[in-house]
């Protein structure tokens, strides 16, 4: 394996950890600031990664992402634990809406900015500069594309939450109920998207932000 290809594992790795580590993170620290001490209590507000690896999302599904040759990757880190009885309790619906789309918030924040330092990283002219500009790279697209998939509104998804808590907010009682005999099948029918031509279409997104961010 050449250097190249070494280095830019590990600056893939390293972004990925810092963008799904911080998306939960973002999610706990939000829900703390409307009262919600769970997160903090159980010692899932730390910067430690340890503390938020989860074995399918943060190491398989990555590698296995890798292996094939994926054209980004993606990962999930284990869910940060919030009592949203609180968050509503102290903030109402629209709390809830916000600790919901927090981590989102916060790939989108990483991925401009990463995409705001790529250029004066270029072109590289060591190893450090060179896994700094891969760094800066794969931050981009990890996080645009977290940021996108995160938003589908198909449970257990950041965007699915968002959904039913505005739904709930408008007074929509109909649509949150039969919203919510959704969550059962979600991951049935996420994996099911993922594996289908369909995802390109749920993924397009992608795209469209990276020409608005990355310089022409």
Known sequence: MSEVELLKIAASVLALVISIVGHEIMHGWVAYRYGDTTAKSMGRLSINPLRHIDPVGTILVPALLYAVHAPFLFGWAKPVPINMNTVIRNGGYGAA???????????????????????????????????????????????????????????????????HFFAAKMGWRSFVQAYEKI??????????????????????????????????
């Open 97 to 163: 809406i916000a600790v919901s789309l927090a981590g989102i918030t916060y790939n989108l924040i990483l991925a401009v900015l990463a995409a705001t330092l790529l250029p004066l990283a270029y072109p590289p002219h060591s190893l450090i500069s060179a896994f700094v500009y891969l760094f800066l790279a794969q931050s981009v697209m990890i996080n645009v594309v977290l940021a996108v998939f995160n938003l589908w509104p198909i449970p257990p998804l950041d965007g699915s939450q968002a959904l």
């Open 183 to 216: 969550y059962p099948y979600g991951m049935i029918i996420l994996f099911a998207i993922l594996f289908t031509p369909l995802s390109n279409i749920l993924f397009a997104p992608v795209g469209w932000i990276l020409r608005m961010i990355l310089p022409g």
